[in-house]
């Protein structure tokens, strides 16, 4: 039995799946010991006859399935999988050399822990202004959470580099295959309540070739902020308690535009188009107008995200009704 299985769902990504599994050849833990399993969720653009005709010496095994989203190809890589841990990692996270060898450092002794890696910016890659901004978030966590400011929790769990005992999975359900966004998160939850223990690692490093359209990139928040309404019911947890006392945080821009926009579908169009012109036009001027890109990008992600709260909670008044309920009980 391998002490290691690494899953890797991949859908139409062939140039970058062939660079994740050359970095995997690249590792500088001993790989004769790894299982390499690859689930194509019905690829069209030659993955699977790829992987058929692939010679390599990792141990890889290729899964090829009916589209199904990422929840179902994580699940079908984990039913074939049989190593004792499992690593994840999506087909455009680009493994550092060390990056096997970090998770399985921080799993030696432990059975109940949960290690997330991070996802870095590429030095050979350049991102789409609001990606970009994804991503300078993204290192913002990192950073704190590297910092001690505050430790690693469910929300950090990005199946994009992370790792868990194969058992974990198991007895946990695995993936809910109803989501084919935030998958990872919902699993995570569950997981959290379990009392497993999430520990961050700045040296398990994957490198990011993220890249997505604007429109697709502004439904990922507005997704986010549906089901973590549905997850918070569903497990009965404190989570939507948790995001009305957030929305309390957001700098007064963002919470005046959320306030302007939140259920006026035609106006906030309209003002996301505003917005990204002018943030667009900033990202590429110097400091100072990488700074308005910033205030821009985050105004129209935390617009979308509050936007799917509140149409998961029934609206406007059932939103600041729950916020003003929170902040009530808080003070």
């Known amino acids: 039995m391998p002490a290691l299985s690494i899953v890797i769902p991949t859908y139409n990504r062939l140039p970058r799946l062939k660079q994740v599994i050359a970095a995997l050849e690249g590792q500088t833990y001993p790989m004769t010991d790894v299982e390499v399993i690859v689930v194509s969720d019905g690829s069209t653009d030659g993955t699977h006859e790829y992987l058929r005709d692939l010679t390599t010496r990792l141990n890889l095994c290729f899964v090829p399935q009916a589209n199904a989203g990422p929840a179902a190809a994580r699940n079908n890589g984990i039913r074939n999988a049989h190593g004792e841990i499992i690593i994840f990692v999506d087909d455009d996270v680009v493994p550092s050399p060390d990056l096997v060898a970090e998770h399985m450092r921080l799993h030696a002794g432990h059975t109940n822990r949960v290690v997330l890696g991070t996802m870095l910016n590429p030095p050979d890659f350049t991102f ?10 993204l290192m913002k966590q990192y950073d704190a959470m590297h910092r001690g400011d505050w430790p690693a929790t469910a929300r ?3 199946t994009g580099n992370t790792s868990l005992p194969r058992q974990l999975l198991l007895t946990s359900g695995g993936f809910d295959e109803r989501f084919r966004r935030a998958e990872d998160i919902e699993l995570a939850y569950r997981l959290e309540r379990q009392g497993v223990e999430f520990i961050f690692c700045m040296q398990a490093v994957g490198y990011h070739y993220a890249e997505r359209s604007f429109s697709s990139w502004i439904q990922i928040p507005y997704t986010y902020g549906r089901y973590e309404v549905l997850f918070s019911h569903e497990q009965q947890s404190a989570l939507l308690d948790f995001i009305l006392e957030e929305f309390e945080d957001r700098n007064r821009f963002t919470r005046m535009i959320i306030a302007l926009c939140m259920d006026r579908p035609r106006l906030s169009t309209q003002v996301q ?28 992600f935390n617009l979308r995200y509050y936007q799917g ?3 998961a909670l029934g609206g406007r008044q059932a939103f600041y009704g729950g916020a003003v309920g929170v902040m009530n009980r808080r003070g």
């Open 273 to 300: 188009e505003v917005i990204r012109w002018v943030a667009d036009r900033g990202y590429q001027i110097g400091k100072l107008g990488q700074h308005l890109s910033k205030i821009g990008y985050s105004a129209i």
């Open 156 to 158: 950090q769990f990005y």
């Open 128 to 137: 789409s202004p609001w990606v970009a901004w994804e991503q300078a978030m």
């Open 309 to 311: 709260v509140a149409d």
